[in-house]
């Protein structure tokens, strides 16, 4: 029996989403099948509109939407002094699920020296500005603890050298080589709780 293209290829785009192989995708495929009106049509529809309207914001690298704009920039009524950098908006979300963070975010977008990244499509520059224009009291740079995640840290403190911001890192219980998305949230709060001063820029 010949293989269908169109499902092959669908079963290939499935694949490539984290966490999911090709026997998981055929199963995915067969499961969107079986339900076509139920699944299918809408789940179109909605990769459709999420396709045209939903974007990255240039400012904080949160998503943003045609309609309702950036949710993290809209956040100004709170007047937060704090910035969490985090490397994507799945570290966003498993911070804000643990509630033991209040403040702005700002997402990177990826890590230095990850493949195919680079230095410049980060947006390290537009933290610069966000830090100087919001008066921010303190940077915590919440980046994995890999050395690509260690590696982006550092670039940032280099780059915040001459701001009068504090900037501090996730501390104890951030195991090495652990990544924010899959930490749970008492080991989120330990590593907030105990985070370090990086700089001595401010007291």
């Not at 499935?14 to 139920?38: F, M, Q």
């Not at 780059?159 to 990544?179: C, D, H, M, R, W």
Request: charged letters at 25%.
């Amino acid at each position: 029996m010949q293989n269908i293209s169109e499902i092959d290829e669908l079963i290939k785009l499935i694949s490539k989403l984290p966490g999911l192989g090709p026997k998981s995708a055929k199963r995915i495929v067969l499961k969107l099948i079986n339900n076509r009106d139920e699944l299918i049509k809408p789940l179109a529809n909605s990769l459709a509109q999420v396709y045209k309207n939903v974007t990255r914001c240039n400012s904080c690298g949160s998503l943003k939407s045609s309609s309702k704009g950036c949710f993290n920039c809209e956040v100004t009524k709170d007047n937060f002094n704090k910035i969490c950098v985090v490397e994507d908006i799945a570290d966003q979300w498993s911070i804000e699920n643990s509630n033991i963070y209040k403040g702005y975010f700002h997402i990177l977008g990826g890590t230095i020296n990850s493949i195919g990244q680079k230095k410049e499509d980060l947006l390290i520059n537009s933290l610069v500005e966000r830090v100087n224009r919001d008066g921010i009291d303190e940077v915590i740079l919440a980046t994995s603890a890999t050395v690509e995640g260690q590696t982006t840290a550092y670039y940032i403190q280099d780059k915040l050298k001459n701001s009068k911001t504090k900037i501090t890192k996730l501390a104890q219980g951030l195991p090495v080589g652990g990544e924010i998305e899959s930490l749970d949230d008492g080991t989120l709060h330990s590593a907030f709780k105990n985070r370090s001063k990086l700089n001595s820029n401010s007291d």
